[in-house]
Antibody, heavy 122, light 110 residues
Protein backbone atom coordinates (compact mmCIF):
# COMPACT_ATOMS: atom_id res chain seq x y z
CA UNK A 1 0.00 0.00 0.00
CA UNK A 2 1.42 3.36 -1.04
CA UNK A 3 1.07 6.35 1.25
CA UNK A 4 2.66 9.80 1.09
CA UNK A 5 2.77 12.70 3.51
CA UNK A 6 4.07 16.23 3.11
CA UNK A 7 5.81 18.11 5.91
CA UNK A 8 7.35 21.53 6.33
CA UNK A 9 6.60 25.07 7.46
CA UNK A 10 3.07 26.40 7.35
CA UNK A 11 4.11 30.06 7.26
CA UNK A 12 6.93 31.55 5.21
CA UNK A 13 7.88 35.19 4.70
CA UNK A 14 8.11 36.76 1.23
CA UNK A 15 11.52 36.34 -0.46
CA UNK A 16 12.34 33.39 1.81
CA UNK A 17 12.99 29.82 0.66
CA UNK A 18 10.44 27.03 1.14
CA UNK A 19 11.56 23.48 1.78
CA UNK A 20 8.97 20.71 1.88
CA UNK A 21 9.62 17.03 2.45
CA UNK A 22 7.52 14.21 1.08
CA UNK A 23 7.85 11.04 3.13
CA UNK A 24 6.36 7.92 1.64
CA UNK A 25 6.00 4.19 2.10
CA UNK A 26 5.07 1.35 -0.18
CA UNK A 27 7.68 2.19 -2.79
CA UNK A 28 11.22 3.50 -3.01
CA UNK A 29 12.85 6.14 -5.18
CA UNK A 30 15.71 3.67 -5.55
CA UNK A 31 13.43 1.35 -7.50
CA UNK A 32 13.27 1.36 -11.28
CA UNK A 33 10.59 3.61 -12.78
CA UNK A 34 9.40 5.15 -9.52
CA UNK A 35 8.78 8.87 -9.35
CA UNK A 36 7.40 11.57 -7.07
CA UNK A 37 5.71 14.69 -8.32
CA UNK A 38 4.61 17.93 -6.69
CA UNK A 39 1.35 19.72 -7.39
CA UNK A 40 0.02 22.82 -5.67
CA UNK A 41 -3.41 24.39 -5.33
CA UNK A 42 -3.97 28.00 -4.24
CA UNK A 43 -7.05 28.40 -2.04
CA UNK A 44 -10.18 28.07 -4.17
CA UNK A 45 -8.17 27.64 -7.37
CA UNK A 46 -7.07 24.92 -9.75
CA UNK A 47 -4.29 22.38 -9.50
CA UNK A 48 -0.89 23.38 -10.83
CA UNK A 49 1.85 20.90 -11.67
CA UNK A 50 5.27 21.88 -10.33
CA UNK A 51 7.63 19.04 -11.19
CA UNK A 52 8.77 15.45 -10.84
CA UNK A 53 11.81 13.51 -9.80
CA UNK A 54 12.37 9.94 -10.98
CA UNK A 55 14.36 7.04 -9.59
CA UNK A 56 17.28 7.87 -11.88
CA UNK A 57 17.43 11.53 -10.73
CA UNK A 58 15.72 12.71 -13.92
CA UNK A 59 13.96 15.95 -12.97
CA UNK A 60 11.20 17.72 -14.87
CA UNK A 61 9.82 21.14 -14.04
CA UNK A 62 6.92 23.31 -15.05
CA UNK A 63 8.00 25.81 -17.71
CA UNK A 64 5.37 28.23 -16.37
CA UNK A 65 6.75 28.64 -12.87
CA UNK A 66 8.78 31.81 -12.53
CA UNK A 67 10.35 30.74 -9.25
CA UNK A 68 13.52 28.86 -8.51
CA UNK A 69 12.32 25.31 -8.01
CA UNK A 70 14.36 22.21 -7.26
CA UNK A 71 13.12 18.70 -6.53
CA UNK A 72 15.59 16.21 -5.12
CA UNK A 73 15.69 12.90 -3.36
CA UNK A 74 15.76 13.14 0.39
CA UNK A 75 18.11 11.74 2.96
CA UNK A 76 16.48 8.33 2.56
CA UNK A 77 15.16 6.50 -0.47
CA UNK A 78 11.68 7.11 0.90
CA UNK A 79 11.79 10.88 0.77
CA UNK A 80 11.64 13.61 -1.83
CA UNK A 81 12.31 17.28 -1.20
CA UNK A 82 10.90 20.37 -2.86
CA UNK A 83 12.81 23.64 -2.56
CA UNK A 84 11.34 26.88 -3.85
CA UNK A 85 13.22 30.17 -3.59
CA UNK A 86 12.18 33.81 -3.45
CA UNK A 87 8.63 33.11 -2.36
CA UNK A 88 5.78 35.50 -3.09
CA UNK A 89 2.31 35.70 -1.48
CA UNK A 90 1.00 34.22 -4.75
CA UNK A 91 2.77 31.00 -3.77
CA UNK A 92 0.29 30.52 -0.93
CA UNK A 93 -1.23 27.13 -1.65
CA UNK A 94 -1.75 23.58 -0.53
CA UNK A 95 1.23 21.61 -1.74
CA UNK A 96 0.75 17.95 -2.62
CA UNK A 97 3.27 15.25 -3.37
CA UNK A 98 2.14 12.25 -5.39
CA UNK A 99 3.42 8.95 -6.73
CA UNK A 100 3.93 8.30 -10.41
CA UNK A 101 5.50 5.57 -12.51
CA UNK A 102 7.84 6.51 -15.33
CA UNK A 103 6.31 6.12 -18.76
CA UNK A 104 8.08 8.62 -21.01
CA UNK A 105 5.87 11.61 -21.71
CA UNK A 106 2.90 9.98 -19.98
CA UNK A 107 2.49 11.40 -16.47
CA UNK A 108 -0.31 10.73 -14.06
CA UNK A 109 -0.46 10.49 -10.27
CA UNK A 110 -2.12 7.46 -8.75
CA UNK A 111 -1.42 8.10 -5.07
CA UNK A 112 -1.45 11.47 -3.35
CA UNK A 113 -0.43 12.87 -0.01
CA UNK A 114 -2.96 14.74 2.11
CA UNK A 115 -1.38 18.06 1.22
CA UNK A 116 0.10 20.80 3.37
CA UNK A 117 -1.04 24.42 3.35
CA UNK A 118 1.79 26.91 3.04
CA UNK A 119 1.02 30.58 3.60
CA UNK A 120 3.42 33.23 2.36
CA UNK A 121 2.98 36.38 4.39
CA UNK A 122 5.05 38.88 6.31
CA UNK B 1 -0.16 29.53 -17.10
CA UNK B 2 -1.65 27.85 -20.22
CA UNK B 3 -4.26 25.69 -18.50
CA UNK B 4 -6.61 23.40 -20.36
CA UNK B 5 -10.14 24.78 -20.69
CA UNK B 6 -12.95 23.17 -18.72
CA UNK B 7 -16.48 24.43 -18.04
CA UNK B 8 -16.65 26.02 -14.61
CA UNK B 9 -19.67 23.99 -13.62
CA UNK B 10 -22.01 21.23 -14.74
CA UNK B 11 -25.00 19.69 -13.04
CA UNK B 12 -27.27 16.70 -13.27
CA UNK B 13 -29.85 14.76 -11.33
CA UNK B 14 -29.24 11.38 -9.72
CA UNK B 15 -29.27 8.62 -12.32
CA UNK B 16 -28.57 10.98 -15.20
CA UNK B 17 -25.37 11.33 -17.22
CA UNK B 18 -23.12 14.36 -17.48
CA UNK B 19 -20.11 15.08 -19.65
CA UNK B 20 -17.23 17.36 -18.72
CA UNK B 21 -15.09 18.66 -21.56
CA UNK B 22 -11.41 19.54 -21.52
CA UNK B 23 -10.11 21.54 -24.45
CA UNK B 24 -6.47 22.04 -25.24
CA UNK B 25 -4.41 22.43 -28.37
CA UNK B 26 -2.60 20.25 -30.84
CA UNK B 27 0.50 20.57 -28.64
CA UNK B 28 -1.11 18.91 -25.65
CA UNK B 29 -4.51 17.14 -25.67
CA UNK B 30 -4.61 16.83 -29.44
CA UNK B 31 -1.06 15.65 -29.81
CA UNK B 32 -0.91 12.78 -27.35
CA UNK B 33 -3.14 10.17 -25.75
CA UNK B 34 -1.92 11.19 -22.32
CA UNK B 35 -5.00 12.71 -20.75
CA UNK B 36 -5.94 11.95 -17.17
CA UNK B 37 -8.88 12.91 -14.97
CA UNK B 38 -9.02 13.56 -11.23
CA UNK B 39 -11.86 13.90 -8.76
CA UNK B 40 -11.45 16.14 -5.74
CA UNK B 41 -13.90 16.44 -2.87
CA UNK B 42 -13.65 19.58 -0.71
CA UNK B 43 -10.73 19.50 1.68
CA UNK B 44 -9.26 16.30 0.28
CA UNK B 45 -6.51 15.34 -2.12
CA UNK B 46 -7.30 14.63 -5.78
CA UNK B 47 -8.08 11.06 -6.75
CA UNK B 48 -7.07 9.57 -10.09
CA UNK B 49 -10.06 8.37 -12.10
CA UNK B 50 -8.87 7.96 -15.68
CA UNK B 51 -5.46 7.89 -17.36
CA UNK B 52 -4.29 7.55 -20.96
CA UNK B 53 -7.59 9.08 -22.12
CA UNK B 54 -9.82 6.14 -21.29
CA UNK B 55 -8.15 3.67 -18.90
CA UNK B 56 -9.67 3.26 -15.46
CA UNK B 57 -7.55 3.70 -12.38
CA UNK B 58 -7.73 0.92 -9.85
CA UNK B 59 -11.09 0.68 -8.12
CA UNK B 60 -12.83 3.28 -10.27
CA UNK B 61 -16.32 2.21 -11.39
CA UNK B 62 -17.03 2.07 -15.09
CA UNK B 63 -19.68 4.76 -14.62
CA UNK B 64 -16.73 7.06 -15.26
CA UNK B 65 -15.59 6.97 -18.87
CA UNK B 66 -12.98 8.99 -20.71
CA UNK B 67 -12.71 9.79 -24.39
CA UNK B 68 -11.02 12.20 -26.77
CA UNK B 69 -11.72 13.77 -30.11
CA UNK B 70 -9.19 16.11 -31.63
CA UNK B 71 -8.13 18.70 -29.09
CA UNK B 72 -10.99 17.97 -26.69
CA UNK B 73 -11.07 15.24 -24.08
CA UNK B 74 -14.22 14.34 -22.20
CA UNK B 75 -15.20 12.65 -18.97
CA UNK B 76 -18.69 11.16 -18.93
CA UNK B 77 -20.25 10.16 -15.65
CA UNK B 78 -23.31 7.96 -16.01
CA UNK B 79 -25.79 6.97 -13.34
CA UNK B 80 -24.99 10.06 -11.28
CA UNK B 81 -24.81 9.51 -7.55
CA UNK B 82 -24.80 12.11 -4.78
CA UNK B 83 -21.22 11.25 -3.88
CA UNK B 84 -20.12 12.22 -7.39
CA UNK B 85 -20.57 15.86 -6.42
CA UNK B 86 -17.00 17.16 -6.50
CA UNK B 87 -14.50 19.16 -8.51
CA UNK B 88 -13.07 17.41 -11.58
CA UNK B 89 -9.74 18.20 -13.22
CA UNK B 90 -8.27 17.03 -16.48
CA UNK B 91 -4.54 16.92 -17.15
CA UNK B 92 -2.44 16.32 -20.23
CA UNK B 93 1.13 16.05 -21.36
CA UNK B 94 1.91 19.60 -22.38
CA UNK B 95 5.09 19.22 -24.37
CA UNK B 96 8.68 19.81 -23.25
CA UNK B 97 8.30 17.16 -20.56
CA UNK B 98 5.59 19.13 -18.78
CA UNK B 99 2.13 18.37 -17.40
CA UNK B 100 -0.73 20.84 -17.62
CA UNK B 101 -3.99 20.77 -15.67
CA UNK B 102 -7.38 22.12 -16.58
CA UNK B 103 -9.07 24.87 -14.61
CA UNK B 104 -11.46 22.44 -12.93
CA UNK B 105 -15.21 21.78 -13.20
CA UNK B 106 -17.60 21.80 -10.27
CA UNK B 107 -20.17 19.01 -10.60
CA UNK B 108 -23.40 19.55 -8.72
CA UNK B 109 -25.78 16.63 -8.26
CA UNK B 110 -29.22 18.19 -8.01
Amino acid sequence: QITLKESGPTLVKPTETLTLTCSFSGFSLATLNMGVGWVRQPPGKALEWLGIIYWDDDQRYSPFLNRGLTITKGASENQAVLTMTNLDPLDTATYYCAHTTYSGYDVFFDYWGQGTLVTVSS
Amino acid sequence: QAALTQPRSVSGSPGQSVTISCTGTGRDVGGYNYVSWYQQHPGTAPKLLIYDVSKWASGVPDRFAGSKSGITASLTISGLQPEDEAEYYCASYGGTYSLVFGGGTKLTVL
